[in-house]
């Protein structure tokens, strides 16, 4: 049977259209549409549909008011779809935030068959979220709201060596800003990011870089989303800044960042918008591969929810290296591509729940010594 797609946009053009782009795919079907987020809920009771396909900017009830209406009283998988996910990047991550799988931007105006530019990517992520219902994935837990002040001040690391428990090891070149965490993740990430992240203490004694699979323009602001509600500091990544301890860096939209490092002490961050034969911007294959041709093993890999297998590849030639790997498991992964084919090559070491991933990760740093 085809997953069920309602539709929600107060344009009829673009109800047309999106229905069009998803019944091209045989495992889609379109129940419904509805013009605002308050027939929306109507045809959710009567139709029950598998995934809704939200816009935001709409009359009589909005597209997040209705977002949070339904994670309340019909928790299903939500894709945002609207101009505005593009051009109000605040409006996009308070949909993420408030329980949407995942967003496609239009790439111009809200009526405007430019739609048909996304129709791939419309149809890979609704049925990635489709998958998720299974599992009741997409209902994540509350974000931390505020920062915290945390334990002792962090040791210092400029001669820190790891050592696995199968007696793999390598003296690594650890410099000031102490061990660093490479995150990979893409569909259902920014959630996961936001329950993760603010469990890191404040006195979290690395760094830590991350490449979230997301368009130009919305990084930066995710990134202050993250930095008012982590301890540690969270920033959009810059070309040529020096990684610092205690900071959390984001890949910014649309380009592909990478370590390097200067007389095996400073490491420092570049960017660039060079597509690299990559298909995602920024690549998790990219940030991880720079950071063991920087660092050796000594540093941590952590794979998180995402479609497709970006970073797979240079996560297990890490862990086979000596280093420490970390998969999200299938059971709260949104979609367990990312991580999935990690754990299939042999290169995940812990499989944990997103529930567990941060204790892990402190864990895991307090061997760096």
């Known amino acids: 049977m085809p997953y069920k797609v309602l539709v929600v946009d107060d344009s009829a053009l673009m109800r047309s259209e999106i229905s069009k782009i998803i019944e091209k795919d045989?495992?889609?079907?379109?129940?419904?549409?509805?013009?605002?987020?308050?027939?929306?809920?109507?045809?959710?009771?009567?139709?029950?549909?598998?995934?809704?396909?939200?816009?935001?900017?709409?009359?009589?009830?909005?597209?997040?008011?209705?977002?949070?209406?339904?994670?309340?009283?019909?928790?299903?998988?939500?894709?945002?779809i609207s101009s505005l996910t593009q051009e109000g990047a605040e409006e996009t991550i308070k949909a993420l935030e408030a329980g949407a799988v995942d967003f496609v931007a239009k790439p111009s105006g809200s009526i405007s068959r430019d739609i048909d530019r996304q129709s791939d990517n419309i149809r890979e992520k609704i049925k990635a979220a489709a998958k998720s219902r299974a599992n009741k994935s997409f209902i994540r837990r509350p974000s931390v709201p505020v920062k915290t002040i945390l334990r002792q001040p962090a040791p210092s690391f400029a001669s820190a060596k790891v050592v696995r428990a199968d007696g793999l090891n390598r003296d690594p070149v650890v410099g000031p800003q102490g061990p660093v965490v490479g995150i990979g993740v893409s569909t259902g990430g920014p959630k996961t990011l936001m329950s993760l992240l603010p469990e890191l203490p404040g006195d979290f004694p690395g760094c830590v870089v991350i490449a979230q699979h997301m368009p130009e323009k919305f990084t930066a602001s995710f990134a202050q989303r993250l930095d008012?509600?982590?301890?540690?500091?969270?920033?959009?990544?810059?070309?040529?800044?020096?990684?610092?301890s205690g900071t959390v860096y984001i890949a910014p939209g649309g380009r592909h960042m990478s370590i390097t490092h200067r007389n095996h002490k400073i490491f420092m961050i570049k960017t660039t918008s060079e597509g690299m034969g990559k298909i995602y911007r920024p690549s998790v294959d990219i940030l991880f591969e720079s950071l063991s041709e920087a660092m050796g093993?000594?540093?941590?890999?952590?794979?998180?929810?995402?479609?497709?297998?970006?970073?797979?590849?240079?996560?297990?030639?890490?862990?086979?290296?000596?280093?420490?790997?970390?998969?999200?498991?299938?059971?709260?992964?949104?979609?367990?591509?990312?991580?999935?084919?990690?754990?299939?090559?042999?290169?995940?070491?812990?499989?944990?729940?997103?529930?567990?991933?941060?204790?892990k990760i402190v864990e895991l740093i307090g061997e760096y010594r």
């Open 26 to 80: 045989s495992e889609l079907q379109v129940v419904g549409t509805a013009i605002n987020g308050q027939f929306a809920l109507d045809k959710i009771k009567s139709l029950d549909p598998d995934v809704v396909t939200m816009d935001v900017n709409m009359p009589v009830m909005d597209g997040l008011e209705a977002l949070k209406r339904i994670m309340a009283e019909f928790p299903r998988p939500v894709v945002m």
């Open 228 to 244: 008012n509600l982590c301890p540690l500091r969270v920033k959009e990544a810059e070309d040529g800044e020096v990684l610092e």
């Open 297 to 359: 093993n000594a540093w941590l890999g952590v794979m998180l929810t995402g479609m497709g297998a970006d970073g797979a590849q240079a996560l297990v030639a890490h862990y086979k290296n000596g280093g420490h790997s970390i998969c999200e498991s299938e059971e709260s992964c949104v979609v367990f591509g990312m991580p999935g084919r990690v754990v299939e090559m042999g290169g995940a070491e812990f499989i944990l729940h997103e529930n567990q991933i941060s204790a």
